[in-house]
């Protein structure tokens, strides 16, 4: 089986070597690409080269950039898989990735390659949540003033990344308040130590915020709701594109704001380990169905 491995920060360097460990031919092309090499995997010139005659292609977790462009820190974030690069997969070619936006669809239906997203799957998120809580303290506490202790944090959204960053800023003694659509999501969090809102007490609830944080990766705070905020409020946006703040309005209103994307980085053996437990899983079934 030849894997091609394509874009994506230091997670990737652990998922080729996973890879490469099952006896699978590995090539490489688009993340940071260590000094000693990784053993047994092709670090190729271009993706074209990475993706010729591969059966599989692993595209990184983080959401697809609205131009299209895959999770590529190394590349600028430009790297953008078109049709004649997928083209060179050998039938029938499978690409696993986070999730795929309209135009990577379009081109692997147009060239019979089936699409693998798992970017929620429940377990795979709980494994690697972890270092992504440990990536937002970080962030936050690079980035403000004051303690997270006693601070005000608005947290948007309570699925699996928002509930363990709840119950990581309730344990430090932060007052949280979150605002999610879901009840049950609200009830979870009143029962981690937060209080929960409805979206529509937002104009209540934001202003004197010192922190807000969304995990919901769609566009939630607008030009209206971010004028609530005073000045020295911190915006960390955990979302995948296209994010769940409006960039635009918070450039112009003067606030400071952290696009924390692809916060697994900080734990990349780690993470990058769970993460190929799940590609793992695909590829064995994949190879199990051509049996």
């Not at 992504?132 to 690079?142: A, F, K, P, S, T």
């Not at 922190?211 to 919901?216: D, K």
Request: glycine residues 10%.
């Amino acid at each position: 089986m030849v894997i091609a491995i394509i874009a994506g920060d230091r997670r990737e360097q652990e998922i080729a070597r996973c890879a490469a460990a099952t006896g699978a031919t590995v090539r490489a092309f688009g993340f940071p690409w260590p000094e000693a090499g990784i053993a047994d995997v092709t670090r190729c010139a271009t993706a074209d080269a990475a993706l010729a005659g591969a059966d599989i292609a692993l595209f990184p977790i983080p959401g697809i950039a609205a131009d299209g462009a895959l999770f590529a820190p190394a590349h600028d974030g430009r790297l953008i898989p078109t049709r004649e690069m997928l083209a060179g997969m050998r039938a029938p070619a499978n690409i696993i990735l986070g999730w795929a936006d309209a135009k990577l669809k379009a081109h692997c239906e147009a060239l019979g390659i089936t699409l693998h997203e798992y970017e929620w799957d429940d377990d795979l998120m709980l494994l690697r949540g972890p270092a992504i809580v440990e990536g937002m303290l970080r962030v936050i506490i690079e980035n403000t003033d004051i303690t997270i202790h006693r601070a005000k944090i608005v947290m948007l959204g309570h699925g699996t990344i928002g509930g363990l960053a709840c119950r990581a800023l309730v344990g430090l003694g932060a007052r949280v308040h979150v605002v999610a659509r879901n009840p049950v999501q609200r009830a979870e969090a009143y029962a981690a130590g937060a209080e929960p809102h409805e979206f529509a007490a937002l104009p209540e609830v934001l202003p004197g915020a010192d922190i807000v944080i969304s995990s919901i990766p769609a566009r939630v705070l607008h030009a209206d709701a971010l004028a609530l905020l005073p000045k020295h409020a911190l915006l960390v946006d955990l979302a995948a594109p296209p994010g769940g703040m409006d960039r635009d309005a918070i450039a112009t209103l003067g606030l400071r704001a952290v696009w924390a994307r692809g916060l697994g980085s900080r734990a990349p053996v780690t993470v990058g380990r769970s993460q190929w437990s799940g590609i793992r899983r695909r590829i064995e079934a994949l190879a199990g169905a051509k049996e």
